[in-house]
């Protein structure tokens, strides 16, 4: 059995450096700063659905075809998946514990204790009201769980034959995903005249924070890695796809209240991620220039970025860190500087450390089945 990993693709990982940061500057800062990467920073939480897809494309480029021969063992891969995830995960619950006194203030007695027992449990995220306990950014961990729950079937599906057939298939999961925002749009079950990123409703919380809404965009990512493995990597389209993703979700983003936001959370840029990724997964100049050193270096701390940001923005600026330091004259530019140098730190110090050990612990350092030794 072959159990070499497939190659890494640098500049998805690349990629993945702006996408963390831009959640970060759509979080805490005033998207008018930055001229004509405002529609972008003003719509950081398409960054997610990114994410979310992107965790998809990854997972079926290493597992699709392991699973398809049956040399995938299920119980390992959740495990590896665990100990992949939890490490930073519950770092950052701990960083939050400031904010239980704000979670109980704000929700009911019986919702406050659901979300304290099911946040460690990575299960908050299917109660719309307290996806958000506790860290904010943590909702989506909620959802990654259940996907990789039902990831090995997912990537047992046959092989596709055909691209055309294969497109089509992949046109009708996007088609699913618009589903949900086209109800709420249709239905306005929140009263909203028109939604947006400062918006709150528990019709659009369930749309925005559960897991059920964004099960399209990773299946989607899933299907997306067979699609990579029909076209040549060193295709001249693979630079015109991601060209074409590029472009197109910036002419997306740039329309701004004109798309309506219930379909733009997640969803209607299915298709221009897909080209995205397959273009940066290609061997050609745009997956050269985003597959660079420094570009990586950050990007591969991009998880830990993600879920530690909010509660060290937070703490930062609760304990006057830079005032102490006569360096509040350089914020929120320096803050941006430190969160994502102790993201950087985390991941070495703190994220790669514990995924080991866990592993050890779980016996779960490879999630394909022992190769059996032939008989003499």
Same mark, same amino acid.
């Given at each position: 059995m072959?159990?070499?990993?497939?190659?890494?693709?640098?500049a998805l990982?690349?990629l993945?450096?702006?996408?963390?940061?831009?959640i970060?500057?759509?979080?805490?800062?005033?998207?008018?700063?930055?001229g004509f990467?405002?529609?972008v920073?003003n719509?950081?939480?398409?960054?997610?659905?990114?994410?979310?897809?992107?965790?998809?494309?990854?997972?079926g480029?290493?597992y699709?075809?392991?699973?398809?021969?049956?040399?995938?063992d299920?119980?390992?891969?959740?495990?590896?998946?665990f100990?992949?995830?939890?490490?930073i995960?519950?770092?950052?619950?701990?960083l939050s514990?400031p904010?239980?006194?704000g979670?109980?203030?704000?929700?009911?007695?019986?919702?406050?204790?659901?979300?304290?027992?099911?946040t460690?449990l990575?299960?908050?995220?299917?109660?719309p009201?307290?996806?958000?306990?506790?860290?904010?950014?943590?909702?989506?961990?909620?959802?990654e769980?259940?996907?990789y729950?039902?990831?090995?079937?997912?990537?047992?599906?046959?092989?596709?034959?055909?691209?055309?057939t294969?497109?089509?298939?992949?046109?009708?999961v996007?088609?699913l995903?618009?589903?949900?925002?086209? +109800?709420?749009? &249709?239905?306005?079950?929140?009263?909203?005249?028109?939604?947006?990123r400062? $918006? *709150?409703?528990?019709? =659009?919380?369930?749309?925005?924070y559960?897991p059920?809404?964004?099960?399209?965009s990773?299946i989607f990512?899933?299907?997306?890695?067979?699609?990579?493995q029909?076209i040549d990597r060193?295709a001249?389209?693979?630079?015109?796809?991601?060209?074409?993703g590029?472009g197109?979700?910036?002419?997306?983003l740039?329309l701004g209240?004109m798309?309506?936001y219930?379909?733009?959370h997640?969803?209607?840029?299915?298709?221009?991620?897909?080209?995205?990724v397959l273009?940066?997964?290609?061997?050609?100049? +745009?997956?050269? &220039?985003?597959?660079?050193?420094?570009?990586?270096?950050?990007?591969e701390? $991009? *998880?830990?970025?993600? =879920?530690?940001?909010?509660?060290?923005?937070?703490?930062l600026h609760?304990?006057?860190?830079?005032?102490?330091?006569?360096?509040?004259?350089?914020?929120?530019?320096?803050s941006?500087?430190?969160?994502?140098?102790?993201?950087?730190?985390a991941?070495?110090?703190?994220?790669?450390?514990a995924?080991r050990k866990?592993?050890?612990l779980?016996?779960?350092?490879?999630?394909?089945?022992p190769?059996r030794?032939a008989a003499?």
């Amino acid at each position: 059995m072959d159990t070499r990993k497939p190659a890494p693709l640098n500049a998805l990982t690349g990629l993945r450096c702006f996408a963390a940061v831009n959640i970060v500057l759509f979080h805490f800062s005033n998207p008018d700063w930055f001229g004509f990467l405002a529609p972008v920073v003003n719509a950081g939480y398409v960054s997610v659905s990114y994410f979310i897809l992107l965790s998809g494309f990854v997972l079926g480029y290493n597992y699709n075809d392991r699973a398809r021969a049956g040399e995938m063992d299920r119980v390992r891969f959740w495990k590896t998946r665990f100990a992949r995830i939890y490490p930073i995960y519950f770092l950052s619950l701990l960083l939050s514990l400031p904010q239980l006194r704000g979670d109980y203030q704000t929700h009911t007695h019986g919702m406050f204790w659901t979300g304290v027992v099911l946040t460690p449990l990575l299960l908050q995220g299917w109660i719309p009201s307290i996806a958000i306990f506790l860290n904010t950014p943590a909702w989506t961990m909620s959802a990654e769980a259940f996907y990789y729950a039902i990831f090995p079937w997912l990537a047992r599906w046959k092989r596709p034959v055909r691209m055309a057939t294969h497109l089509a298939k992949m046109a009708g999961v996007w088609a699913l995903g618009l589903v949900p925002g086209t +109800l709420y749009m &249709a239905f306005n079950p929140d009263g909203i005249a028109r939604p947006d990123r400062w $918006s *709150y409703g528990p019709w =659009l919380w369930a749309l925005k924070y559960t897991p059920y809404s964004h099960v399209c965009s990773f299946i989607f990512g899933v299907m997306l890695a067979n699609l990579h493995q029909m076209i040549d990597r060193g295709a001249r389209l693979r630079l015109w796809l991601g060209v074409i993703g590029f472009g197109g979700i910036y002419g997306l983003l740039s329309l701004g209240r004109m798309v309506p936001y219930a379909i733009m959370h997640d969803g209607l840029l299915m298709p221009l991620f897909g080209c995205l990724v397959l273009g940066l997964a290609g061997e050609n100049l +745009l997956a050269r &220039a985003l597959g660079v050193r420094p570009l990586v270096f950050v990007g591969e701390a $991009s *998880y830990s970025l993600y =879920l530690l940001h909010f509660s060290l923005w937070t703490l930062l600026h609760r304990w006057h860190v830079l005032d102490w330091l006569h360096l509040s004259r350089f914020d929120p530019w320096l803050s941006y500087v430190l969160l994502i140098g102790a993201a950087i730190l985390a991941l070495y110090f703190i994220e790669k450390p514990a995924q080991r050990k866990l592993r050890q612990l779980l016996g779960a350092t490879t999630a394909l089945k022992p190769q059996r030794v032939a008989a003499d």
